[in-house]
């Protein structure tokens, strides 16, 4: 093999690396095709947040400080004006407030409309410290808005919760919108942003959200084996009478389950392509190394310059005859090359 030839084995192997390594980059471009037809605007008064579809049968799920509005006391309360929601189609359809929690900053809104894109939820466990996430929503009125970022801190603890802090920009009317990993899942919900600096934005975690909605007999989708566990309610027995037999508890209702459905990651697409380059790109060392060997190269071999052409002389005039000279071998009909 030739130093071009291993030159340019070597330099198809550093381009098939980049491409590799930029195909294996983190990249939100289907994740954000597969979720964003299921995020919505809502809209009640002259406030507007974000937030999602996770069922079909019409629940959307939000903030519930979008939907919460000031007294004459400065206290928070539910909004007495129609909420709407808006889809990705531009279609407006009105909500009703189905479920609030007491513990997150959550509201699960009812619109008449079914067979909804939905989201698909993936347990906030599994996520670790400098992941890339993407956020959707509805920034400052500019519906489907996607910014990206990093996981900063998997738990944060703000007035007594636990929340993901992130930096991927959150602005006004971000509320309530998903955030989502590269495969497409949703990890947590926006809910609040700092004034104060930069690049400091916090969600609810997912599995914080699947709780809630498991305690209000919602259901959702979830990746396999990611539903959480909900917690055992502990009611406090009384105590028998004396000579009564101690009752036996009654087994606990099962948590309602989520609706489990196993879906491909969108980055699994990445590697059969990956692996692909790399086995042409070894076939076809392979076998460039088998030709060159077996191969003869005749720019290999040895050659000798011809010297200078020697001058034309003159016929000579007949000898004298002589004695007949041994008969020669004519070899005229052999090919002879010069080298």
């Not at 995020?39 to 049968?57: K, L, P, R």
């Not at 926006?190 to 004034?195: C, F, P, Q």
Request: charge should be negative; aromatic fraction near 4%; include cysteine.
């Amino acid at each position: 093999m030739t130093r071009r030839h291993r030159r340019g084995i070597l330099l198809w192997c550093a381009a098939l690396l980049v491409a590799a390594a930029t195909i294996g980059a983190a990249d939100f471009t289907m994740a954000v095709k597969q979720v964003d037809p299921a995020v919505v605007t809502i809209s009640t008064g002259d406030q507007s947040g974000s937030g999602f579809i996770f069922s079909a049968e019409g629940y959307v799920l939000t903030n519930r400080h979008v939907i919460e509005v000031e007294d004459a006391d400065g206290k928070a309360v539910v909004t007495s004006d129609p909420i709407t929601v808006k889809l990705q189609n531009e279609e407006t359809i009105e909500a009703t407030i189905s479920h609030l929690s007491d513990d997150h900053d959550l509201c699960v809104l009812k619109t008449a409309r079914t067979n909804l894109p939905t989201v698909q939820f993936v347990s906030s466990d599994r996520l670790k410290a400098g992941q890339d996430v993407a956020v959707i929503g509805a920034p400052l009125g500019l519906e489907h808005s996607v910014t990206h970022g990093i996981i900063s801190a998997l738990s944060r603890e703000i007035e007594g919760r636990s929340y993901l802090q992130i930096d991927a920009t959150l602005n006004d009317g971000n509320s309530g919108g998903p955030v989502i990993d590269e495969d497409g899942h949703v990890i947590g919900v926006t809910t609040k942003a700092t004034t104060e600096g930069q690049s400091l934005g916090f969600a609810i975690p997912s599995t914080a959200v699947m709780q809630f909605l498991q305690a209000e007999d919602l259901s959702f989708s979830v990746v396999l084996g990611d539903a959480p566990a909900a917690p055992a309610a502990t009611p406090e027995a009384e105590a028998p009478a004396d000579g009564e037999p101690t009752p036996t508890p009654a087994p606990a209702a099962p948590a309602p389950e989520a609706d489990a459905k196993l879906r491909m990651p969108a980055s699994w697409l990445v590697w059969p392509i990956i692996i692909s380059f790399v086995v042409a790109l070894l076939t076809a060392m392979v076998v460039g190394l088998i030709f060159t060997r077996r191969s003869p190269c005749a720019a290999t071999q040895p050659t000798v310059p011809m010297g200078p052409q020697q001058p034309m002389q003159q016929p000579m005039p007949p000898a004298a005859p002589q004695a007949p000279a041994q008969q020669q071998e004519d070899l005229s009909d052999i090919d002879i090359d010069l080298h």
